[in-house]
Nanobody, 128 residues
Framework: VQLQASGGGLVQAGGSLRLPCAAS????????VAWFRQRPGKEREFVAA????????DYADSVKGRFTISRDNGAHAVYLQIVRVETEDTAVYYC??????????????????????WGQGTQVTVSS
């Protein structure tokens, strides 16, 4: 599967944006999908993940209540909605996927190494 993240750009603190991750090459419903981000000078970190059918979502504590992950398998896309953006949200955002159920067991779903397919990343810059 090929992934392409988009929707990034410059946004004012307090605003909102939605990041789509478009999938091609294989049915998206075959993949568990997550979003990660890499803030300036920091390691890539888990943000959110969503199960194959969309019935379960997991979030990093730092984004709970402001980030929402969703998916539309028919449209071959996963979305990350961000509201009340903060300057600390400035980062490159990546979508990632795996078709391995073993790879996302327990806390492994929060680890970047569990995902085999990555999009190219989209830059989000939040101004104060």
């Amino acid at each position: 599967v090929q992934l392409q993240a988009s929707g990034g750009g410059l946004v004012q603190a307090g605003g909102s944006l939605r990041l789509p991750c478009a999938a091609s090459g294989r049915t998206l419903s075959s993949y568990f999908v997550a979003w990660f981000r890499q803030r300036p000078g920091k390691e890539r970190e888990f943000v959110a993940a969503i199960s194959w059918s969309g019935g379960r979502a997991d979030y990093a504590d730092s984004v709970k209540g402001r980030f929402t992950i969703s998916r539309d398998n028919g449209a071959h896309a996963v979305y990350l909605q961000i509201v009340r953006v903060e300057t600390e949200d400035t980062a490159v955002y990546y979508c990632a996927a795996t078709d391995s159920r073993a790879a996302i067991l327990g806390t492994r779903r929060f680890e970047a190494s569990s995902y085999d397919y990555w999009g190219q990343g989209t830059q989000v810059t939040v101004s104060s």
